[in-house]
């Protein structure tokens, strides 16, 4: 899955992995179904009369393989780094290649002929899949009645207790409802964190803000600067939306990056006005007090401290990558509603290979963030009062180095599972 995906969890002002290493030999491996084979094939970029081997397919750990009439995925297991599988929409009956495949993380078997008894052997199979921590999509997983997990966290410290969710800055109503730990929680709190207190801004100030730090105002336009090729292409994606193209050569790049996101995540169902701030918001509102532990103008800079260079380039790999954003919408909405803590730390893992722009701006957006926040939560922790928070902020805010999470247990705090 791609991390430009990702942001969701980070910014929450907008509205909108890593393989394991195997062993390398030469052995010759092939499958059952010719379909599959030519996804592997395609996939590592070889020809069909070259012999496939354990060595060309190791460092594979995502597989497209949805609507191709597969019909088995016999030698699947072959692939021992792969970690996100899309599998729905074929013609599978047999999942058992999956069973000793410890590293996935991710599979999507909707939508397949395969026997959803569940005293069978694949629901077994399912179950023992999920037991282990990866997110199974398959007909009948009912996710609109389980609840959702998100990431949950507790700190008691003195008087004061402090809950920390990890939210989805964009949702539906099918993620609802939440676990009922979080929902008790909430209903302790005396007061309600959000990243932004949505209750305390003036829209036509935030409006008027993002068009001063957004809008091209010297002259330039967007197609002179991501290319015309580029620019016809988002032309056609948008113009249908009701943005021309007079107006989207006023926007600056980083503001296309996220009126892409907000159109495909609607295309997906997924809005604003179901994410969880919103939720925690519409619930609070007359009942306890909200806090704002950031505000539109220190998220904008953030947003807009990125180097014209890094805007380019993500727009211009969003936009090359357009039609894959609803799965992989899609899955990230799966994630985080189990709760799958391994797998959303990896969305903030930054590869060392990446650009120094890319290093700088995810600086600024998780690691500068999480710094700032920690010490608004520790104030809380400190003035033991006897008080209640319920803090919710970005999933990735509270999950792997440096995070709000990192920093509080680095300052001598027991931050607790919250399901525990």
């Known amino acids: ?25 030469s052995d010759i491996i092939e ?33 497209y393989a949805a609507n191709s009439d597969i019909t088995s995925i016999s030698g699947l297991e072959n692939l021992e780094a792969l970690q996100n599988v899309e599998l729905q929409n074929n013609d599978i009956e047999d999942l058992t290649p999956l069973e000793n495949m410890s590293q996935l993380e991710y599979v999507n078997v909707t939508n397949n002929p395969i026997d959803m008894d569940e005293d069978g052997e694949t629901m077994l199979l399912i179950q023992s899949l999920i037991s282990n921590g990866i997110v199974v999509e398959f007909e009948g997983a009912d996710e609109g009645n389980s609840p959702s997990m998100g990431v949950f966290y507790k700190v008691e410290e003195g008087s004061n207790v402090i809950y920390l969710f990890g939210s989805i800055h964009v949702g539906s109503e099918d993620i609802y409802p939440l676990h009922e730990d979080v929902e008790a929680a909430f209903a302790e709190a005396d007061y309600l964190g959000l990243e932004i207190d949505f209750t305390e801004v003036n829209e036509f100030e935030i409006a008027q803000l993002t068009q001063e730090k957004g809008l091209y ?54 809005y604003s006005s179901h994410g969880i701030d919103e939720y925690f918001m519409n ?24 180097s014209e260079e890094l805007q380019i380039e993500q727009l211009q790999s969003t936009l090359d990558n357009y039609d894959q954003l609803t799965e992989e919408l899609h899955e990230l909405m799966s994630i985080w509603r189990s709760g799958n803590i391994d797998m959303i730390t990896e969305l903030r893992y930054v590869d060392d290979h990446a650009s120094d722009d890319y290093k700088a701006y995810m600086q600024a957006l998780a690691d500068d963030r999480d710094f700032e926040m920690t010490n608004k939560i520790e104030d809380f922790i400190l003035a033991d009062t006897g008080e209640t928070y319920f803090i919710v902020v970005g999933a990735m ?24």
């Open 397 to 420: 805010h509270l999950v792997g180095e440096n995070s709000i999470v990192d920093l509080l247990n680095e300052r001598g705090y027991d931050v607790q599972n919250g399901y525990e």
């Open 283 to 306: 619930r609070a509102d007359g009942e306890i007090d909200i806090i704002g532990l950031e505000t539109v103008e220190s998220q904008l800079s953030v947003i807009t401290s990125q």
């Open 31 to 63: 499958f059952e179904d010719e379909g599959l084979q030519k996804i592997v094939r395609d996939a590592i970029e070889i020809d069909d009369d070259e012999a496939l081997t354990l060595e060309m397919v190791k460092e594979i750990n995502e597989l």
């Open 1 to 25: 899955m791609n991390k430009r995906i990702a942001l969701i969890f980070f910014i929450s002002l907008t509205v909108l992995l890593l393989g394991c290493t195997t062993e390398t030999g």
């Open 217 to 270: 105002m010297d002259g330039r336009t967007l197609e002179g600067t991501i290319g015309t090729d580029y620019f016809e292409l988002l032309v056609d994606i948008v113009e249908p939306h009701g943005y021309p193209s007079e107006v989207l050569n006023l926007f600056q790049p980083w503001m296309v990056q996220d009126l892409l996101m907000m159109i495909r995540g609607e295309d997906a169902g997924y």
